[in-house]
């Protein structure tokens, strides 16, 4: 049981380059988030999938588009980078209650 | 809107103590709150969820108390240890279903 896994690990991307990150769970959670975490602040929320199927925007948006391939799996792409988006990013798998993590993606875009 | 303001940002206590880290929020319409645990490099794990309706959970040597009223959340560490230390983050989860984070205390352990 891996619970939630997120590639790649590390990522460095110059400034307009396009890249997308990935995540999977195997929990069969319906819900599936995507965070950016950068210091001295909370994590932010990018996007989230309520179901397979939807998404919806979080509080950080912009720059940034997301699939729910399947129950499985919830990318998130980068079409155009920029260095505002160097961050670690961590995709959640969520039940009702509880939220689980990936190791997260430390990106940086120079 | 909601707020979440976790102080303060950094402590350093000696092996052995107990300890207490904060946690405030500024509106009382909350789903639930958790703790997290976060080591460097590493994601997150979560330590204790507090559902509105409870006041506290345990875990072993950890506490975590809720009081809406007040807006304030507190996680008791008893008999620290060195390896607790790590950055603790709390999240609540609003009306909306949202997680709304605090920015996290990183907590040091001196052997």
């Known amino acids: 049981n891996a619970g939630v896994t997120q590639t790649p690990k590390f990522q460095v991307l110059k400034t307009g380059q396009s890249m997308t990150l990935q995540c999977a769970q195997d929990?069969?959670?319906?819900?599936m988030y995507w965070y950016r975490q950068d210091p001295g602040m909370g994590l932010r929320l990018i996007y989230y999938?309520?179901?397979?199927?939807?998404?919806d925007k979080g509080e950080v948006p912009n720059g940034y588009n997301v699939s729910r391939l399947n129950k499985r799996e919830f990318s998130l792409r980068l079409e155009s980078a920029a260095p505002s988006q160097t961050s670690v990013y961590f995709c959640?798998?969520?039940?009702?209650?509880?939220?689980?993590f990936g190791p997260g993606t430390r990106l940086t875009v120079t | 809107k909601q707020e979440v303001t976790q102080i303060p940002a950094a402590l350093s206590v000696p092996e052995g103590e107990n300890l207490v880290l904060n946690c405030s929020f500024t509106d009382s319409a909350i789903y639930n709150l958790q703790w997290f645990r976060q080591d460097p490099g590493k994601g997150l794990t979560s330590l204790l969820l507090?559902?509105?309706s409870q006041r506290e959970q345990t875990s072993g040597r950890l506490n975590a108390s809720l009081d809406k009223s007040s807006g304030r959340s507190t996680l008791y560490i008893a008999a620290s240890q060195p390896g607790d230390s790590a950055t603790y983050l709390c999240?609540?989860?609003?009306?909306?279903?949202?997680?709304?984070w605090g920015a996290g205390t990183k907590l040091i352990i001196k052997p």
């Open positions: 999938s309520a179901s397979e199927g939807t998404t």
């Open positions: 999240a609540l989860m609003d009306s909306n279903y949202q997680l709304i």
């Open positions: 959640a798998s969520v039940n009702l209650y509880e939220q689980y």
């Open positions: 929990m069969n959670h319906n819900s």
């Open positions: 507090i559902q509105s």
